[in-house]
């Protein structure tokens, strides 16, 4: 190494020692150099976490949602960090049948985990958040499972649910075919009803209809609900769910008929190629006719079509389960991508020195803080409304079992809404958190490209977001044109107040006036409600409703997406007139709320504007409030991350790290990539030597 090079690795040096005065000895491997190792154990980030204005501890039980649910999570993170068989750090490096193999050997140590400390489906659920790894114990769980308990009859549960919640059998969820996903109605694959025999004759007539991407399915389900069209005497009933057997229980090879296997390698190293996603054609394979769920409609022997009272639309309860989930997992997934951003943005400095003192940390830029801390009150904000759809889905759980299905209409368009919501801006907030951690942000050591690339596609997989947007919309529509008659109820209530909201303006007129829920509340109400009603005006204007529909989606997309914004502001609004103990708590989660919303508002001004509810003013004097409260956020904000609670080892994150020791620890990390083994790099000899060696003849370079 020359002498540029050393003086230059002196100075980087000499720069972290200013930032962390505490480093002492570290060595740089292999250039030959005596250099200082920093101290284990040195909080870095100590001072940031004195300028809490809040009870941290009160915090994290807020964030929680219950002194229980925070001791409960916190029990399975520690289980999780501890244990050396949930490493997870050589991932992205792993060649995919190692990575597969690796994911099998840890869901059997989480299976005996769950089977050896008894625990709960809690807690269980919580184990498989911090093992961080997406298989095929997900989709058993999160589909297989609720797809029968949903869409079964009370034979069919007493039969599967036991061999399934036992693992005795391994379920995945094979819906999406290779040439239809979104409409559903359009599957291809066909159960045809065999009167002689008492059987279903499950089909793959076309290559498009074989199934394409059902998680789990790949390598390790032994059976999966099938959906199907239903043709019974000659004659189309509608898709359905069918449990077919794939495999053999004992030496795991296809059954005869069924060709299965994986769909190939998908974005990212590591990330969501744990999973097994798979293909799977039937060539005539029969099935007994009670392996039909029949808890919508039944087949009965001879061959008759029987409908239960039950909603043809049950069929889809499954995705409004799991979209409830993944609403909750957008809160897990964006939080975590904030809390290795700040972290880092508090470490990190950048210009500003004077006199050789420190530089800036760059969380101290404006332009920093406001990219960085929406994305953090977004954190919190789908936190809460993940909260309270939890909430509305088991009361619907509750009244469906009950036979009560007058609140599966707004339960479809509130899951389908908010999941669409929550992913997209989580999936742009991971993005934006990479950003946000300059060069070293690109580093998988940093975490982020893993993440990006598992959670990117929570956007497509649980219907693709705008085709759920456009589901709302529908949804939208139609209690619009039903105002006249019917009273709008639940998250469309607002509605109800439709003349009020198209005529009031917007009465702030201090940027102190923006902090005001009601304020805030029902500027979100009028642009939603002005929205959706210009759309119906619009609409009315065509002679066939669908047609106009089809024109309009792309206004109608948008209209939706105000109304699922005025959702999680009012449900973050209702979350604080709760009580909620702790010093400094609610008054910093206020703070927040209104980061959120003034940023959308900000964001989407217009909207407001275009509306006219809002006059170009108001809007000007919601960015200054926004401005003060990123101020606000400032002092709070590494604390605010650290109520996450997360282990280092969830959050896979050298910039993320609690101590925020980051830069020796990258150093560190450099040395172990299997590259830096030798110092010749493999293939030297071969293409590089020859280059260096060789004699130019022609070339005139
Ligand atoms: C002990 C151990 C524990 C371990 C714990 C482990 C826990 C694991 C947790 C869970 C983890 C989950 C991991 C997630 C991994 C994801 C894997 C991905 C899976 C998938 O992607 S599955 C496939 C998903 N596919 C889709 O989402 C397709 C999208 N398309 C559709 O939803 C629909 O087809 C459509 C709605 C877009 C179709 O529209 P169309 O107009 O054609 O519809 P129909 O004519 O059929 O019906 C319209 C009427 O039906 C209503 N509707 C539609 N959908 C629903 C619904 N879901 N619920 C209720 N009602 C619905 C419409 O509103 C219409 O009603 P109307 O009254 O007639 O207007
Ligand atoms: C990682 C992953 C895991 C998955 N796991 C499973 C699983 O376990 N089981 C399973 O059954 N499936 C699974 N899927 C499939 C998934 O559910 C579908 O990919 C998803 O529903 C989208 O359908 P599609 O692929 O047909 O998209 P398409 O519908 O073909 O979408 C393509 C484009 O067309 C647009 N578009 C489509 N329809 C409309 C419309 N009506 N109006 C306007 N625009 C439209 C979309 O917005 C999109 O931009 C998984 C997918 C992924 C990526």
Redesign the pocket.
């Known amino acids: 190494m020359g002498l540029s090079g050393i003086s230059l690795l002196t100075t980087t040096y000499s720069l972290i020692l200013q930032h962390q005065s505490l480093l002492l000895c570290l060595r740089a491997k292999g250039f030959g150099l005596d250099l200082k190792k920093d101290m284990e154990g040195v909080d870095y980030l100590s001072d940031e976490r004195k300028k809490a204005q809040f009870d941290v501890e009160a915090m994290k039980i807020a964030w929680a949602g219950s002194l229980e649910a925070f001791q409960l999570s916190d029990r399975m993170a520690k289980l999780v960090a501890n244990d050396p068989a949930f490493e997870k750090f050589t991932r992205p490096m792993l060649g995919r049948k190692e990575l597969i193999k690796n994911t099998l050997r840890k869901a059997a140590h989480g299976w005996k985990l769950i089977v050896d400390l008894r625990l709960t489906e809690e807690e269980a659920k919580w184990l498989r958040l911090y093992i961080d790894e997406p298989a095929y114990t997900d989709?058993h769980w999160g589909?297989f499972i609720p797809a029968i308990e949903g869409q079964g009859t009370e034979e069919q549960k007493k039969k599967w649910l036991p061999l399934a919640k036992k693992m005795q059998i391994i379920g995945?969820?094979?819906?999406?075919e290779l040439g239809?996903?979104?409409?559903v109605q359009g599957l291809e694959t066909t159960a045809t009803f065999d009167p002689q025999t008492d059987e279903f004759i499950m089909h793959s007539p076309t290559l498009t209809s074989s199934?394409w991407?059902?998680?789990?399915?790949g390598k390790a389900s032994t059976h999966a609900v099938v959906?199907a069209r239903l043709i019974v005497g000659g004659e189309f009933h509608g898709v359905h769910g069918f449990i077919v057997q794939l495999r053999s229980l004992d030496d795991h090879s296809p059954l005869p008929g069924v060709t299965v296997g994986d769909i190939g390698m998908?974005f990212g190293n590591g990330a969501?190629n744990t999973?097994d996603?798979g293909v799977l054609r039937f060539d005539h394979v029969r099935i007994p006719r009670d392996q039909m769920l029949m808890r919508v409609s039944q087949v009965t022997r001879e061959g008759k079509i029987m409908q239960s009272d039950v909603p043809r639309q049950l069929i889809y309860g499954t995705m409004v389960y799991v979209r409830q989930t993944i609403v909750a997992d957008a809160s897990k997934a964006l939080s975590r991508a904030v809390c290795i951003a700040t972290r880092y943005s508090a470490i990190r400095r950048q210009f500003g020195s004077r006199n050789g003192g420190p530089e800036t940390q760059v969380i101290d830029y404006k332009t920093q803080q406001s990219r960085l801390f929406p994305l953090l009150a977004s954190a919190y904000a789908f936190r809460f409304v993940g909260e309270w759809l939890k909430w509305l889905y088991t009361d619907v759980k509750e009244r469906l079992a009950a036979n009560d299905f007058s609140t599966l209409p707004e339960a479809h368009a509130c899951t389908a809404g908010l999941k669409s919501l929550t992913t997209s801006f989580t999936a742009d907030g991971i993005e934006e958190c990479r950003k946000l951690c300059g060069g070293h942000g690109y580093l998988v050591s940093s975490g982020l490209p893993e993440l990006f690339a598992v959670y990117i596609?929570a956007c497509?997989?649980?219907?693709?977001?705008?085709?759920l947007l456009?589901q709302v919309a529908r949804f939208l529509v139609k209690t619009v044109s039903e105002l006249g008659y019917k009273k709008p109820v639940g998250t469309t209530a607002y509605m109800g107040r439709v003349a009020s909201l198209m005529q009031n303006n917007c009465a702030v007129q201090t940027a102190e006036g923006w902090l005001n829920p009601g304020a805030v509340v029902e500027a979100f109400e009028s642009r939603a409600a002005r929205m959706a009603v210009r759309c119906g005006q619009q609409l009315a204007k065509y002679e066939n409703p669908e047609e106009g529909f089809a024109e309009l989606?792309a206004d109608l997309v948008e209209a939706s997406i105000a109304h699922c914004q005025l959702i999680v502001v009012s449900k973050f609004i209702e979350k604080l007139q709760q009580d909620i103990p702790g010093k400094g708590v609610k008054q910093t989660l206020e703070v927040l709320c209104y980061v959120y919303a003034l940023f959308l508002l900000h964001k989407h001004q217009g909207d407001f504007l275009a509306t006219g509810y809002l006059t170009p003013k108001q809007a000007s004097l919601a960015n200054d409030q926004l401005r003060t409260l990123y101020s606000k956020v400032r002092p709070n904000a590494i604390t605010l991350v650290d109520s996450f609670n997360y282990t280092d080892h969830y959050l896979g994150s050298i910039l993320g790290r609690y101590d925020g020791n980051v830069y020796p620890k990258l150093y560190e990390a450099a040395w172990k990539d299997p590259l830096n083994d030798s110092d010749v790099v493999d293939g030297f000899y071969e293409y590089v030597q020859p280059i260096l060696k060789q004699k130019l003849r022609t070339a005139k370079l």
């Open positions: 989709l589909m995945c969820y094979a819906q999406t239809h996903g979104s409409n199934k991407w059902p998680g789990g399915l959906y998908k969501y999973m996603n596609p497509t997989y649980e219907g693709d977001n705008v085709v456009l989606s």
